[in-house]
T-cell receptor, first 116, second 116 residues
Framework: AQKVTQAQTEISVVEKEDVTLDCVYETRDTTYYLFWYKQPPSGELVFLIRRNSFDEQNEISGRYSWNFQKSTSSFNFTITASQVVDSAVYFCALSEPGGSNYKLTFGKGTLLTVNP | GAGVSQTPSNKVTEKGKYVELRCDPISGHTALYWYRQSLGQGPEFLIYFQGTGAADDSGLPNDRFFAVRPEGSVSTLKIQRTERGDSAVYLC??????????????FGSGTRLTVV
């Protein structure tokens, strides 16, 4: 069975600090996908990034960066120079191919609060 | 429409009543997913439609829950004899094809259901 663990329930930082959100996953498949979503107070889930299990290259997109390590089953997310607008709940998710249905298994989320 | 639309945004109902939640996906998106998000938790998969048919309903918690998508576009999630434990935010997502991992899922803002 697949499982996603986000050990940090809440994180509070001051603006311009760097912050890393942890994600550890469990799966028996060799082919899978990992995601990060942002959920602002409006409630809509906003897609941030997708990685497949064969691509362990780290990725940087503006202030966001992701560190994928298969050896430790982790897919951590770092926000550099955080801003108040980054305040949201962040979810890590795992998708395993089950036929044609790529349903997602989400972690419980990390509430990030960036204070001015 | 431009995004996934869910109505109503909020629904309060009495225990034992029947409710319907509507999802209007992005035009042309053939795949549609329903998820349920309880307070403090990540979204949990309920059901997946490919076109008009429910390709995977393994996440529906019991037979009080049912969903339809008669014309392959709008979907309705139906809950009979509601219980207080059904209180949650019900999220809908759509994607152009069944391989949502490649094309990205777009989530709606959800319907917050409160059973009193």
């Amino acid at each position: 069975a697949q499982k996603v663990t986000q050990a940090q329930t809440e994180i509070s930082v001051v603006e311009k600090e760097d912050v890393t959100l942890d994600c550890v996953y469990e799966t028996r498949d060799t082919t899978y996908y990992l995601f990060w979503y942002k959920q602002p107070p409006s409630g809509e889930l906003v897609f941030l990034i997708r990685r497949n299990s064969f691509d362990e290259q780290n990725e940087i997109s503006g202030r966001y960066s992701w560190n994928f390590q298969k050896s430790t089953s982790s897919f951590n997310f770092t926000i550099t120079a955080s801003q108040v607008v980054d305040s949201a709940v962040y979810f890590c998710a795992l998708s395993e191919p089950g036929g044609s249905n790529y349903k997602l298994t989400f972690g419980k989320g990390t509430l990030l609060t960036v204070n001015p | 429409g431009a995004g996934v639309s869910q109505t109503p945004s909020n629904k309060v109902t009495e225990k034992g009543k029947y409710v319907e939640l509507r999802c209007d996906p992005i035009s042309g998106h053939t795949a549609l997913y329903w998820y349920r998000q309880s307070l403090g938790q990540g979204p949990e998969f309920l059901i997946y439609f490919q076109g008009t048919g429910a390709a995977d309903d393994s996440g529906l918690p019991n037979d009080r829950f049912f969903a339809v998508r008669p014309e392959g576009s709008v979907s309705t999630l139906k809950i009979q004899r509601t219980e207080r434990g059904d209180s949650a935010v019900y999220l809908c997502a759509s994607s152009p094809l069944s391989r949502g991992v490649d094309y990205g899922y777009t989530f709606g803002s959800g319907t917050r259901l409160t059973v009193v």
